[in-house]
T-cell receptor, first 112, second 112 residues
Framework: GQNIDQPTEMTATEGAIVQINCTYQ??????LFWYQQHAGEAPTFLSY????GLEEKGRFSSFLSRSKGYSYLLLKELQMKDSASYLC?????????????FGSGTRLLVRP | ETGVTQTPRHLVMGMTNKKSLKCEQH?????MYWYKQSAKKPLELMFV???????ENNSVPSRFSPECPNSSHLFLHLHTLQPEDSALYLC???????????FGPGTRLTVT
């Protein structure tokens, strides 16, 4: 079956670095997305990984290892506004149709 | 300002009512999606439309009926809903079904 796992909650300190992990089991893998969702708001796109390796975008980086079914989102120089849920999502094709499943999200709390 | 709008933002309806949710995207995208987000559950993809054709229906009950009259508009028609259908319903769009999605603000639905 298809499955995504990520930690439920994490806490980090302002100015620090935090890594949020995501593991998945799917067939027909297309790519992996990371979204940020603040409480009461819609998700916003952070990154998309198709190939193995690290994608850097400002303070945020995302890593993918397709052979291990593993990704992480790295947040540097944490700011209070980074307190949010971070959603890992995997896209794949099955029976010629497009599929996208989300993990339950990791709620990150940034403390002063 | 988001390029994806949704109306209404809040909706309370009885189990015998019929209502519709509307989504409009101003981004020139070709794919549109409906999601359901319930408390403490992962974001669930309900329907996918690509070039106005439904390409995915994730085993959604028939009391939810989508309609995509053109690439900019998406509707979700609701009838004889159940209290457990109360949730945040999010619309999203993307350039194609393998690209990052842009979410609307959502409709908070309460079924009484």
């Amino acid at each position: 079956g298809q499955n995504i796992d990520q930690p439920t909650e994490m806490t980090a300190t302002e100015g620090a670095i935090v890594q949020i992990n995501c593991t998945y089991q799917t067939s027909g893998f297309n790519g992996l997305f990371w979204y940020q969702q603040h409480a009461g708001e819609a998700p916003t796109f952070l990154s998309y990984n198709v190939l193995d390796g690290l994608e850097e975008k400002g303070r945020f980086s995302s890593f993918l290892s397709r052979s291990k079914g593993y990704s992480y989102l790295l947040l540097k120089e944490l700011q209070m506004k980074d307190s949010a849920s971070y959603l890992c999502a995997v896209s794949f094709h099955m029976d010629s149709s497009y599929k996208l499943i989300f993990g339950s999200g990791t709620r990150l709390l940034v403390r002063p | 300002e988001t390029g994806v709008t949704q109306t209404p933002r809040h909706l309370v309806m009885g189990m015998t009512n019929k209502k519709s949710l509307k989504c409009e995207q101003h981004l020139g995208h070709n794919a549109m999606y409906w999601y359901k987000q319930s408390a403490k559950k992962p974001l669930e993809l309900m329907f996918v439309y690509s070039l106005e054709e439904r390409v995915e229906n994730n085993s959604v009950p028939s009391r939810f009926s989508p309609e995509c009259p053109n690439s900019s508009h998406l509707f979700l028609h609701l009838h004889t809903l159940q209290p457990e259908d109360s949730a945040l319903y999010l619309c999203a769009s993307s350039a194609s079904d393998s690209y990052e999605q842009y979410f609307g603000p959502g409709t908070r639905l309460t079924v009484t």
